[in-house]
């Protein structure tokens, strides 16, 4: 963790702290774990699609990591969704028209991969329920088929699931 200190109008030194920023992503903290493990991913029939979005890649990637290591305990396979951000970014921002492309490469990308038997779930509730929420009036009508239904209604937040 990055370190930084906290002090008080004459310069003194209050104390030390180490800032809740990682140095290192989610991506990364998997892709280390499983360098060192030989039992990552144990085969199941179990298998969970993790959304390491934006906020959980960057900002809580030891909370990402340790969702996926229970997720693992209770006999789950997991692989990381072929996603890197929701758009929820661009929506608060109004950037509609980046949204929508976000959305429409994102359902694209998805679609035939999550299922029933194969959900999305992620930590962030705002990029989670994008999905839900936002996606339905964001994408094409032509994408609009059973598979990105399929992606809409098995998008999950980690409590949820």
Request: glycine share 4%.
């Amino acid at each position: 963790m990055n370190k930084y200190r906290i002090t008080n109008p004459n310069n003194n030194i209050v104390r030390d702290c180490k800032s809740r920023t990682t140095e290192r992503t989610l991506r990364q903290l998997i892709k280390r774990e499983e360098e060192l493990s030989t039992s990552y991913s144990p085969k199941t029939n179990k298998k969970v699609y993790f959304f390491a979005d934006e906020f959980t890649n960057y900002q809580d990637s030891h909370i990402g990591f340790a969702a996926i290591k229970l997720l693992r305990s209770l006999g789950y396979e997991i692989e990381i969704a072929p996603i890197r951000e929701s758009g929820r970014i661009s929506i608060s921002k109004g950037m509609v028209k980046r949204a929508k492309r976000l959305a429409n490469k994102n359902i694209k990308r998805l679609s035939g991969i999550i299922t029933d038997e194969t959900p999305l779930v992620g930590i962030e509730p705002s990029t989670v329920l994008s999905f839900r929420d936002e996606y339905p009036s964001l994408i094409k009508p032509k994408l609009k088929t059973e598979e990105t239904n399929q992606v809409i209604k098995n998008t999950f937040l980690f409590d949820e699931f």
